[in-house]
């Protein structure tokens, strides 16, 4: 109910001075996305896309595509989000946060991610903008970022800002879904279990093919495991509680467990 009411109020081309829909709205749930957005369509699809309401608008020559997609939470919008910005660029300050970039602005607000995209070639950043800041003051929802991108220290990070890797954390099955951050070569996430069993259960899993596996220390930590990869590098892997803190590819000099400690010391108890 909550998109339909969306869809009504934000999902029109009042955002955009002059322009007018062109063509009924269209609307896709959840693998149908695929035949809007083809390959592309695999990357909403693994943060949980719902639905998706859309509509072409025109202005004479002008043409603007408009989309917006619920996700199942705020978390996995963001996520969505993340995914689809460029690190490279700065983020504003629309929504939880927002880009624009000459041909296609992008926000998330709460479970919503919105999309305006311009086919004409040139700048069009100004009128993006312009009706992205529009379709927020319609959108309801709050513009909190997610807790777990707190976790991570700032200074150091590399490749953009912490993100929810929905699946397959580091390429490991075993580690189904997370948050996870660069720093130079390492890499460092967190996996949040239902219980210490069951984090203790994945631990197990993953590094029980490792031949030999030294125990660790880590401050805050219930247990800890140092153990090297062909592919990953060192990684040092620290639970405490239902929660899984990790590193892969750190520095061979200095404390292996430097960035591990750093991050669980600002883990939630």
Not at 126 to 139: D, F, T, V
Not at 172 to 180: D, E, F, S, W
Not at 200 to 207: A, R
Request: charged residues 25%; contains cysteine.
């Amino acid at each position: 109910m909550m998109l339909l009411f969306v869809a009504a109020v934000a999902l029109t081309c009042d955002a955009l001075p002059g322009f007018t829909q062109d063509g009924k709205s269209r609307m896709y749930e959840g693998e149908s996305l695929f035949e809007y957005m083809d390959g592309n369509s695999e990357g909403y699809l693994a943060y949980g896309f719902v639905r998706m309401h859309g509509v072409t608008c025109t202005k004479g020559s002008q043409k603007v595509l408009i989309d917006v997609s619920e996700m199942p939470d705020a978390e996995c919008a963001y996520g969505l989000f993340s995914s689809n910005r460029d690190v490279k660029l700065a983020a504003e300050q629309i929504g939880t946060g927002g880009q624009v970039v000459p041909r296609k602005a992008i926000f998330v607000k709460d479970k919503y991610f919105i999309e305006l995209a311009a086919e004409a070639e040139g700048d069009h950043t100004a009128l993006l903008r312009a009706g992205a800041l529009a379709m927020n003051e319609k959108i309801p929802g709050s513009t909190a970022l997610p807790e777990q991108l707190g976790w991570f220290p700032e200074v150091g990070l590399t490749a953009g800002p912490p993100r929810l890797v929905p699946q397959s954390v580091l390429g490991v099955r075993a580690l189904k879904r997370g948050y996870m951050a660069q720093y130079g070569p390492a890499k460092v996430f967190v996996v949040s279990e239902a219980s210490k069993e069951a984090a203790h259960d994945v631990i197990t899993k993953w590094l029980g093919r490792y031949e030999a596996i030294s125990e660790g220390k880590v401050e805050g930590a219930d247990e800890a495991f140092l153990v090297g990869d062909k592919y990953l590098g060192r990684i040092v892997v620290a639970r405490r509680g239902g929660r899984i803190v990790g590193s892969s590819g750190g520095p061979e000099a200095g404390d292996p467990t430097a960035l591990v400690k750093a991050v669980l010391a600002r883990v939630p108890k």
